[in-house]
């Protein structure tokens, strides 16, 4: 077809049909996000509180957690449910992980500098001098998946990461 425009120059145009592709034709779940929440937030709740997974139950509000932990290495998920470090923004504890392999046979120690203040004579000001005293003992934990080594875990069973990815 030949359309004539005010100038007096004609311009071809053809009608082009686009063919709305479907959710199944693009590989997309509008439903997905929401259907991947709920498997989270149950899988949160049956650590938090086993069995809770009953029906009829009032699902609580969402329970607080600092971020979903990755492996740094190969993006494999550690931990859902954890706490950030009050003074170390890279650090999180836990207590229910999962893809993770505690080193039993290997242990760490971190040892606790303790403040020896000593007393001088007048007119000098006190020193504080460290002492090494008793130390923690850890185990290392790494990714089950590439083996990088992701944080320690404690003797009161508790995880603590620091070589992860917090989203």
Not at 5 to 10: A, E, L, P, V, Y
Not at 122 to 150: D, H, I, M, S
Request: charged content about 35%.
């Amino acid at each position: 077809a030949v359309v004539s425009t005010q100038s007096g120059i004609t311009a071809g145009t053809r009608k082009v049909d686009k063919k709305v592709k479907t959710n199944e034709e693009l590989f997309y779940d509008p439903g997905l996000d929401e259907k991947d929440e709920k498997w989270v937030q149950k899988k949160r709740k049956n650590y938090l509180r086993p069995g809770s997974d009953k029906k009829g139950e009032t699902s609580d509000p969402k329970p607080a957690t600092s971020a979903t932990l990755s492996c740094p290495s190969c993006m494999t998920i550690l931990c859902r449910d954890c706490q950030q470090h009050d003074n170390y923004d890279n650090q999180f504890r836990a207590m229910f992980v999962f893809n993770c392999l505690v080193v039993s046979g290997e242990t760490l120690t971190y040892k606790i500098k303790e403040k020896k203040k000593k007393k001088r004579r007048r007119g000098k000001e006190k020193q504080e001098e460290v002492e090494e005293g008793e130390g923690e003992l850890y185990n290392p934990v790494k990714c089950n998946a590439c083996q990088t080594k992701v944080g320690v875990y404690d003797k009161e069973e508790i995880y603590h990461f620091f070589n992860v990815l917090a989203t």
